[in-house]
């Protein structure tokens, strides 16, 4: 299990290698001046040469890259800007600050807002799933069926937009939502994420019903399952011991990639609500052109994905022990 464990997490780090060098290059390809950005709108170009410099861009790409990936464990000294501590992504020449720093403070609302989402509709989605397969056929499997569909059809701004309007304007049966620390007001953390929690998870519980739902039909009509029912197992103890956790190899692997995405930034979501998060961040970085910014959160993005798939390889490994042997 150990060097299972090790293989996935050394080839995690090289596609977390390849994805930064990638994302460097391609956006350090586009042209926008940083130094410009970081000098003014009123800049001579005696001044702007020196901002050049200053910020290390009138150096090769290849080591302006080196530097910047040596920030992220040493820090980086910008002259005329002051230190980038480790671990330093960049310098925001919008923000005037590191660009590690205004993401960690952003990270607290993307985070509360995915896993609140999170636990929603994975234990909605689940439990409505395992229900539908073990009533296929009658009513309630078909209206979790059409529910689902329709479910998966809506998209996140609209379902939004909507339910601002009739939970937040006309019936006030929401609060306005916007993130509140949880520590200092925890009523508060909760009542402004709730309905941004019930939208997402609205979009989510759909995919999981579906293929919960199909998985353990599938599952049921296995063998194994056959032969305990056979051997005088309980109903209860088929579907938990047996058809579930064949269920829920697929179930894991879409949790993972949709929580990796959620956690880079809920972009859609969070300008939906008005939530400050890393989405909104990913988005004004584009609108002020603030490459620094938007290249940190590019990575932090495929960062996410690429520990949430080495998370979910090891769930497997104790799911299914053949996987550890493969």
């Not at 409505?128 to 009533?135: K, N, P």
């Not at 306005?176 to 941004?196: A, S």
């Not at 939530?275 to 052109?289: E, H, T």
Request: hydrophobic share 50%; proline share 5%.
């Amino acid at each position: 299990m150990l060097r299972f464990l090790i293989r996935r997490t050394l080839g995690a780090l090289v596609i977390l290698l390849v994805i930064s060098a990638v994302t460097f290059f391609l956006f350090y390809a586009i042209p926008a001046d940083p130094a410009r950005l970081a000098c003014g709108k009123v800049c001579p170009p005696e001044t702007l040469e020196q901002a050049r410099h200053n910020l290390g861009i009138d150096q090769p790409l290849m080591v302006q890259f080196v530097s910047w990936l040596a920030g992220i464990f040493v820090g980086r000294d910008y002259e005329g800007l002051g230190n980038c501590p480790a671990p330093c992504l960049g310098f925001s020449f919008v923000n005037r600050a590191p660009v590690f720093e205004t993401i960690m403070d952003r990270m607290p609302v993307t985070i509360a807002l995915t896993l609140g989402a999170a636990v929603i509709f994975l234990i909605f989605g689940v439990a409505t799933g395992i229900v539908a397969a073990l009533r296929q056929g009658k009513p309630l499997d078909k209206i979790a069926s059409v529910s689902s569909l329709i479910g998966a059809s809506v998209q996140i701004y609209f379902v939004g937009t909507l339910a601002m309007y009739f939970f937040v304007y006309q019936t006030q049966v929401f609060s306005q939502p916007k993130y509140v620390p949880i520590t200092e007001d925890p009523l508060g953390w909760f009542n402004g994420l709730l309905l941004p929690w019930l939208v997402l998870a609205l979009i989510f519980t759909a995919n999981y019903t579906r293929i919960t739902r199909s998985t353990m039909v599938e599952n049921l009509n296995e063998d194994y399952v056959r032969t305990a029912r056979a051997k005088g197992m309980s109903g209860r103890s088929v579907v938990l011991r047996f058809a579930l956790r064949g269920t829920l190899t697929p179930i894991v692997t879409i949790f993972g990639v949709d929580l990796g995405t959620l956690i880079g930034g809920a972009i859609i979501t969070e300008t939906t609500f008005g939530l400050q998060g890393i989405g909104r961040l990913a988005v004004r970085a584009v609108d002020y052109s603030d490459l620094p910014t938007l290249m940190a959160t590019v990575v932090l993005a495929a960062g996410a994905i690429v520990v949430m798939n080495v998370i979910v390889d090891s769930l497997y490994a104790v799911i299914d022990p053949r996987v550890r042997l493969s």
